[in-house]
């Protein structure tokens, strides 16, 4: 079994190169384009120019490559790769600034982040960071957090409890240890099974790239599950794992505590997700200097660098199709009226929900394959 197993890595490997060396779309990584950094921008009528440009016909660009609906991570990200590939491309937000759970907002005089809290994995030359270097020219500075980067406080006043956590592959267990004596078990074995799920994560990106036939063959037989442990511990929630490891209330809700990061609780989370945001900040945390909005800031000239455009309340209320049901545009209102935007590619970053039952005319929305 093991052997055929074996062959069959060996052959998704082949495939994977073939792909890979083969693909003739350019490199959006090819060339260095980090700049000397320049000073942070505090000028809230500065940045508004960049980050509020709201929507009007004459400001879409001609001759799109693509449009985004939302103006998240995922949509700016995506935005400034296509962009970086030569690629024209229009960002639509429905909100009054770009961002998505990167902006922030001012209350009396203080400024509030909307969605980050800190960033794991941002060490010199890893690639987290070169790659973020990258999608912003350098431009996005990083501050560390001091290690405890975080603690986790359980209890009344009257009882309060509280543990830190510490950055580092070795002291985080061993802070842990001088906090729970006894359950040293507990605690080796959660980093075994960490370690283990996130090794296993390699399957997932081959997923992605193989035919969507190869895909559901490994996962419906089986065999992704005997390929890589993070696929196996996928369908086991947070709460099951921790729950057989130690009898200790306190000590599973430290195991849990990242789970205030992706926003589910642990009776609702895979713990193979859960064990990539521990070895995430393993590393330490470190928080953007100049506040979260800093990041859409430094995304959005690369995309109108080249010929693009990020604007900001565009609600689209449908995706265009034409007579062979491929996607060509997106609807905008703009008041009581409809403004139409052509394009070859519609992406959505609005979420699976909203796309397929919002976005999408009825008659689509069974068809996912198109």
Wanted: with cysteine.
């Amino acid at each position: 079994m093991w052997l055929a197993i074996i062959v069959l890595c060996v052959f998704l490997l082949l495939v994977l190169l073939k792909y890979i060396f083969t693909t003739p779309e350019p490199n959006p990584f090819a060339v260095d384009t980090r700049e000397p950094v320049k000073p942070i921008v505090f000028d809230k009528k500065e940045k508004k120019k960049v980050l509020k440009q709201g929507f009007v016909e004459s400001r879409v660009p001609e001759n799109l490559d693509a449009v985004i609906v939302g103006s998240g991570i995922g949509g700016l990200g995506l935005a400034v790769l296509l962009a970086k590939a030569g690629k024209k491309v229009l960002v639509l937000e429905q909100h009054s600034r770009a961002g998505g759970c990167c902006h922030t907002f001012t209350e009396k005089g203080f400024e509030f982040d909307v969605g980050i809290h800190y960033i794991g994995d941002l060490l010199e030359h890893k690639p987290f960071r070169c790659m973020l270097d990258q999608m912003t020219n350098g431009q996005l500075q990083w501050v560390p957090l001091d290690n405890p980067f975080d603690q986790v406080v359980l209890g009344p006043p009257e009882d309060r409890r509280v543990y830190p956590i510490y950055s580092g592959k070795n002291r985080f267990p061993d802070e842990l240890k001088r906090c729970f004596p006894g359950e040293e078990k507990a605690i080796d074995e959660y980093m075994r099974l960490i370690k283990k799920a996130g090794k296993g994560l390699w399957l997932l990106a081959f997923l992605k790239i193989y035919p969507l036939p190869l895909a559901k063959f490994l996962v419906y037989t089986g065999l992704a599950n005997r390929l890589s442990f993070f696929f196996k511990m996928a369908s086991r929630s947070l709460t099951d794992v921790v729950n057989e490891l130690t009898e200790n209330k306190d000590l599973r809700a430290v195991f849990a505590y990242l789970f205030g990061t992706y926003g589910n609780i642990p009776k609702d989370t895979s713990f193979s997700m859960h064990s990539l945001l521990v070895r995430h900040y393993w590393n330490g945390a470190w928080y953007p200097k100049g506040g979260a909005s800093e990041i859409a800031y430094h995304m959005i000239p690369i995309v109108e660098k080249a010929g693009g455009a990020v604007l900001v309340r565009a609600p689209v209320n449908r995706i265009l199709f034409n007579k062979a049901n491929e996607a060509c545009g997106v609807s905008v209102m703009k008041g009581q009226e409809e403004v139409h935007v052509h394009a070859p590619m519609v992406i959505s970053n609005a979420g699976i929900f909203n796309t397929y039952q919002k976005l999408l005319p009825q008659e689509l929305q069974a068809k996912p394959g198109q």
